[in-house]
Nanobody
Framework: QVQLVESGGGLVQAGDSLRLSCAAS????????MGWFRQVPGKEREFVAA????????YYADSVKGRFTISRDNAKNTVYLQMNSLKPEDTAVYYC?????????????????WGQGTQVTVSS
């Protein structure tokens, strides 16, 4: 497993941008599929985006497609989520997750390691 620490959350206005970072510890980061999920109180954790180990293949939830971009820097053991054109409905705790398989996945149970989460609040 890897240990994950998110950063970069905050309070912004609708239309603004934020970039979340997730720093991973462990020698095998470059072999993991990485994902971002989000959760609001009373609701299930929701898939946002995922990226394969090579950093080329990505997948997004329809709700963020065209606005969010996931990327990774394997040399820095870090995955990013660039969020543009933020909307109030993007408000949630955002979690970074790691999956020790080569294929992408969109369900939380498919990911074995999780960060503690970072709050993103978008005001209207």
């Amino acid at each position: 497993q890897v240990q994950l620490v998110e950063s970069g959350g905050g309070l912004v206005q609708a239309g603004d941008s934020l970039r979340l970072s997730c720093a991973a510890s462990g020698r095998t980061f470059s072999s993991y599929v990485m994902g971002w999920f989000r959760q609001v109180p009373g609701k299930e954790r929701e898939f946002v985006a995922a990226i394969r180990a090579n950093g080329i293949i990505t997948y997004y939830a329809d709700s963020v497609k065209g606005r969010f971009t996931i990327s990774r820097d394997n040399a820095k053991n870090t995955v990013y989520l660039q969020m543009n054109s933020l909307k109030p409905e993007d408000t949630a705790v955002y979690y970074c997750a790691a999956r020790d398989r080569s294929n992408l996945a969109v369900i939380p149970a498919a990911f074995s390691s999780w960060g503690q989460g970072t709050q993103v609040t978008v005001s209207s």
